[in-house]
């Protein structure tokens, strides 16, 4: 929590990371500190995201549902982010981190650092590659960091995950919802592909192998093949330096997808059916909980839950219709046929699901 001193914060730096600056009193918080004691204690969990000020707002939601069902944890969180962030989602931040007893660090990383990467308008921004620069920007104090996407709820206790033994590998994570088709797009031949949104990183490993570099290699080399670009990137890179986790510790919603349900065995959709059941992260891989308008999955009642809880409680999840008014008179006009639709091509949970009753009503 912030420590005053004659209504100023502390000032710390660590490796030429700025923590803190700005005053306590005028109110404008650039960079939120954290305290350099305990910062790598093995009761501290270290987390990593990455955002920019279009995904401030889902980023802070993902946090409130993390801090909200590990009470009993202390947490060290670093957000990269592109400079974008506005005062009012700064101030937000600090407040989240004040309510919890955690700690959270916004990092601006340049825009330099990942030149030249591919990018899709409205879909891939270069601070999705910040997580690329993990071992670069983090202080060397830090050995391990769990590193999350924004489109995540942490619905349980994560300190499991953070004691995971990595067996001297690169890092730990859960095979990608999609992971034969990526598997022979990337020709990774028995190495099965990895879903990106969570994962258990070894900073020494990626420092000591300068892996950093190795991605900025990677992506320069591959530019035109990369589809799901920093994903294929860490795939590409770390096919033969991971270790498996169970799908509950990122429990992709996109299982329920009906064109890769159907791809899926007997006993894979046990399994996923089972896994659901007792999911620790939710992670809405394909379709978005705060495009209201479009969204026919399972489990939005779970994401709006923490919504409801987050300093972005008041956030409109259907901004962007302000920007397409035939979608908002659709949305509106015919709301239940219109989810419907789009409801059609997810497959319906049965009703003794702990879940069955988390789609969007």
């Not at 650039?30 to 910062?39: A, C, F, P, R, Y």
């Not at 590990?70 to 937000?92: A, I, P, Q, W, Y």
């Not at 394909?286 to 009642?301: A, D, Q, R, V």
Request: aromatic share 18%.
């Amino acid at each position: 929590m912030p420590i005053c001193k004659t209504g100023f914060y502390k000032w710390l730096k660590i490796n030429n990371l700025t923590l803190f600056s700005g005053s306590q009193n005028s109110g404008t918080i650039h960079i939120i500190k954290i305290l350099i004691d305990g910062m790598d204690n093995s009761d501290t969990i270290n987390i990593l995201c990455a955002t920019d000020e279009n995904y401030a707002p889902y980023c802070g939601i993902m946090l409130t549902s993390l801090f909200e069902n590990n009470r009993d944890c202390h947490f060290n969180v670093f957000v990269f982010e592109d400079g974008s962030l506005t005062e009012e989602n700064v101030k937000k931040y600090h407040l989240l981190a004040k309510k919890y007893g955690n700690e959270i660090v916004l990092k601006t990383i340049d825009e330099s650092m990942v030149k030249g990467f591919p990018t899709v308008e409205g879909w891939v921004t270069l601070p999705t590659y910040y997580r690329l620069l993990a071992a670069e920007f983090l202080p060397t104090e830090i050995h391990k960091v769990i590193y999350f996407d924004c489109d995540i709820i942490v619905c349980g206790d994560l300190r499991p995950l953070w004691d995971v033994d990595l067996m001297g590998e690169a890092v730990a994570v859960c095979k990608d919802c999609d992971s034969d088709y990526h598997c022979e797009r990337l020709c990774l031949g028995s190495y099965s592909y990895f879903n990106a949104g969570v994962m258990v990183i070894d900073l020494d490993y990626w420092r000591k192998y300068e892996l950093s570099a190795e991605f900025k290699k990677y992506v320069f080399s591959h530019s035109y093949s990369l589809l799901l670009m920093d994903q294929d990137v860490l795939n590409g890179v770390c096919f033969d330096k991971k270790v498996w986790l169970p799908e509950r510790y990122n429990f992709m919603v996109s299982y329920f997808f009906k064109p890769l349900w159907d791809k899926y065995s007997d006993e894979e959709r046990f399994l996923y059916f089972n896994e659901s059941n007792n999911a620790i992260v939710l992670h809405y891989a394909i379709e978005k909980p705060w495009n209201y308008w479009s969204y026919g999955g399972p489990f939005f009642s779970v994401w709006n839950n923490y919504r409801k809880k987050s300093s972005w409680r008041n956030y409109r999840i259907v901004r962007a219709l302000c920007k397409h008014y035939k979608y908002f008179i659709i949305r509106h006009v015919f709301p239940q046929l219109f989810r419907n639709i789009h409801r059609s091509k997810w497959v319906v949970l049965p009703e003794n699901s702990a879940h069955f009753h988390y789609y969007v009503t």
